[in-house]
């Protein structure tokens, strides 16, 4: 189960990536992060989870959606492959 998140803000480190999501998704443990840097104006982080069900990460995304994070509006959708 994976979850993208788009719009973070730069120089965000790996270790805050993960405890926002596990403040939002105690349940769900992140495996995996990979950097997505585009033009690095607005970078994403893609997290793999292990734990917890495919609603789960699904409400995490509606949670994690539109939700304002050092400074940005984030960008969510989960990604099931």
Avoid: Q
Avoid at 28 to 33: K, M, N, P, S
């Amino acid at each position: 189960m994976r979850i993208w998140i788009g719009n973070m803000a730069p120089g965000t480190t790996d270790d805050e990536v993960r405890a926002f999501a596990k403040k939002y998704a105690p349940d769900l443990e992140v495996v995996e992060l990979e950097r997505v840097e585009g033009t690095g104006t607005h970078p994403a982080v893609i997290l793999r989870f292990t734990g917890g069900t495919p609603a789960d990460l699904g409400d995490l995304a509606l949670r994690l959606n539109g939700m304002y994070w050092k400074g940005r509006s984030l960008n969510c959708n989960t990604m099931m492959r």
